[in-house]
């Protein structure tokens, strides 16, 4: 704004504007609440969001589907907190993301580009910062925006950046925010997210979730990683078909509310690790007439499988989840195949049958893997314990 375009008193009264927050100002439109029909990408980004607040405790709050598609408000101690905006791209095209995809309009109409709706979010008491998350990749001319923010690389002096800022003051000539910044403020500020797709997120997700469970002193089955991302992104889905009228506090979550919510499902988690172990294996057992040692080898087995199960040293995750799934494939086989009266076998040799097949998926394995009948039995004695697999006949 120039001083001579008003008066004094009103240049004044300009410049000590009150700004809301974002935590009070509506949002400009609730479009994407009430279009949310496949945003099972934006999700799983929301989650991964999440559990970055659970780890960080600068990351104070997040609000979902309101200002924008995830707001990240973050306290590094500054005077100001910051409001990271982001949109997320989780269905464009399977091509390099331009210059041009950020500045086309649609319809021509000003205000509606990629950029233009980003710089336009810097208009509340925060300080804004801003995220575009992409499954796909960008051209070489805004690959300093992927670079984290003060990196040497994505200065705006370096020849990179001149390039980028005159090509958008080109493309989008005196395009400004509420708060009077423009091109320069959005390039120091915005960081390019390159994500992929929703496969390799989730699988992000779920290492980062194992990770943050064993730095804390608390590692869990993978099953139980499972749960609780489940029930993280129920949270988030929540939160996003929420309207700001009148469900405002469903649309913002703190990290507060957070602890609280984890803190419950972790006492839940510890109820069902406290139980006797091997209880209900050992019942199962009993009931198909095995008893003795055969029961008491096969409840340590489910021991030494949990214990390998909760540490990242024993083996890669993602060989972790492809044993388990074999093993679950392999007893639901047997399992169908009894229930059918293909397969006429009482309680021992049934479990006989079913060690068996772990020792053959055992013995298929490339040598260079090593040992692992005694993870796959214990997957199995884990899914009997389970109430998923029974030796004896009855509910076939």
């Not at 923010?149 to 493309?171: N, P, T």
Request: with cysteine; net charge negative.
């Amino acid at each position: 704004m120039r001083r001579g375009l008003l008066p004094e008193d009103e240049f004044i009264a300009a410049d000590e504007e009150v700004w809301p927050s974002i935590d009070n100002a509506a949002p400009s439109e609730e479009g994407g609440p009430i279009a949310r029909k496949g945003f099972n990408y934006q999700d799983e980004i929301a989650v991964g969001f999440v559990l970055e607040m659970l780890a960080n405790p600068q990351l104070v709050k997040i609000h979902f589907e309101t200002h924008d598609d995830l707001v990240l408000v973050w306290d590094i101690g500054a005077p100001s907190r910051i409001a990271e905006f982001v949109q997320v791209k989780g269905s464009e095209a399977d091509k390099l993301w331009s210059i041009a995809d950020l500045c086309s309009r649609k319809k021509q109409a000003v205000g509606s580009s990629i950029f233009e709706k980003s710089l336009d979010r810097d208009q509340h008491d925060e300080t804004a910062r801003f995220r575009i998350v992409t499954l796909r990749p960008v051209v070489s001319p805004l690959k300093p925006l992927t670079y984290e923010r003060g990196h040497e690389a994505r200065a705006l002096s370096c020849e990179e950046m001149v390039a980028l800022k005159s090509d958008l003051d080109m493309r989008m000539p005196g395009v400004q925010s509420k708060r009077g910044h423009g091109t320069g403020y959005w390039l120091d500020n915005c960081l390019w997210d390159e994500c992929h797709d929703e496969p390799t997120v989730k699988e992000k997700n779920k290492l980062r979730l194992f990770k943050i469970m064993n730095d804390a002193g608390h590692p869990l089955l993978w099953e139980h990683l499972d749960l609780l991302l489940d029930e993280l992104r129920k949270l988030v889905k929540s939160a996003g078909d929420a309207k700001w009228k009148p469900d405002k506090e469903k649309k913002i979550l703190t990290r507060q509310a957070l602890s609280v919510m984890w803190d419950a499902c972790m006492v839940r988690l510890t109820k069902v690790a406290s139980q006797p172990s091997g209880g209900k294996l050992a019942e199962k057992m009993n009931d198909a007439a095995l008893t003795g040692t055969v029961v008491a080898m096969a409840i340590d087995m489910r021991l030494d499988y949990a214990r390998f199960a909760r540490t990242s040293r024993y083996m890669q995750l993602d060989e972790a989840e492809q044993l388990q799934g074999r093993v679950k494939s392999e007893v639901q086989t047997l399992s169908a195949k009894r229930a059918a009266g293909s397969l006429d076998l009482d309680g021992p040799a049934f479990h006989a049958l079913c060690v068996d097949r772990m020792d053959a998926i055992n013995n298929s394995l490339p040598p260079d893997q090593g040992d692992r009948s005694a993870f796959l039995k214990g997957c199995m004695y884990d899914i009997a314990d389970r109430c998923l697999l029974r030796f004896d006949r009855i509910g076939l």
